[in-house]
């Protein structure tokens, strides 16, 4: 059976590799008594880096976001290790759903524009019949403007995501890069940011999902289960 078509997400398992045990690593075991700080930090990056790895190379699928947060994790540890100064952290923190919210604004202006690739595909949607249903209602150019409008909620929360984690980096770290209090202030970074961005971004894109589904639904006049795409 091919891995690729069997692949599931596993948002608990990504939570205690990506998140938790990094976490408790930073800020249990990086005393001098224990790993240590350049010890605490290499164990606490492996597991995420490790992970991402090893969902790369199983399930042989490029994905752009997974790509990001493996790059985002090495340049963590090249903070930690080479002990650059604080603001790289937060610069760093910012930077990747940024990059995130510029290459989605910026793929508007393509032939292949993420959030219909994201929002909008087979395998969410019944995309045919979608269409077909827009063109017999005259709305398809409606149905456009509205999945721009999408596509800049999208950006915002992206945007919205990109200041909190420079925020908080700024408020959490001030330690010097390669002590213990550094890891440890790491390791609350790590902790916080899931309940105060990852959460609140969440729930911002679940609110475009709405959004477009509201759209679908007031433009075509198919119900939830009739725009859904069906089961192979």
Wanted: charged share 15%.
């Amino acid at each position: 059976m091919n891995s690729t078509s069997t692949h599931k997400p596993r948002p608990m398992v990504d939570l205690i590799v990506s998140i938790a045990i990094p976490s408790f690593i930073l800020m249990k075991l990086s005393g001098e008594n224990d790993l240590g700080a350049t010890g605490g930090l290499i164990a606490a990056l492996a597991f995420p880096l490790g992970w991402g790895i090893f969902e790369l190379i199983k399930y042989r699928k490029f994905n752009f976001i997974a790509l990001l947060g493996l790059l985002s994790v090495l340049l963590t540890g090249g903070i930690g290790l080479f002990e650059l100064d604080n603001k790289w952290l937060a610069i760093k923190e910012a930077a990747i759903p940024a990059v995130i919210g510029v290459a989605v604004l910026v793929s508007t202006f393509t032939p292949y524009p993420l959030v219909r690739a994201l929002l909008f595909n087979p395998d969410v949607m019944d995309v045919e019949k979608i269409k077909q249903r827009l063109a017999e209602h005259n709305s398809t150019g409606a149905f456009e403007k509205r999945l721009l409008k999408a596509t800049y909620l999208v950006v915002c929360s992206f945007a919205f995501s990109a200041a909190m984690n420079y925020i908080l980096a700024k408020w959490l770290v001030t330690s010097p890069a390669g002590t213990p209090e550094f890891n440890e202030q790491l390791g609350q970074l790590t902790l916080y940011s899931y309940p105060m961005i990852a959460l609140p971004s969440m729930l911002m894109m679940l609110g475009v999902f709405y959004y477009l589904w509201r759209t679908i639904r007031d433009l075509t006049g198919l119900r939830l289960e009739e725009v859904m795409a069906a089961k192979k």
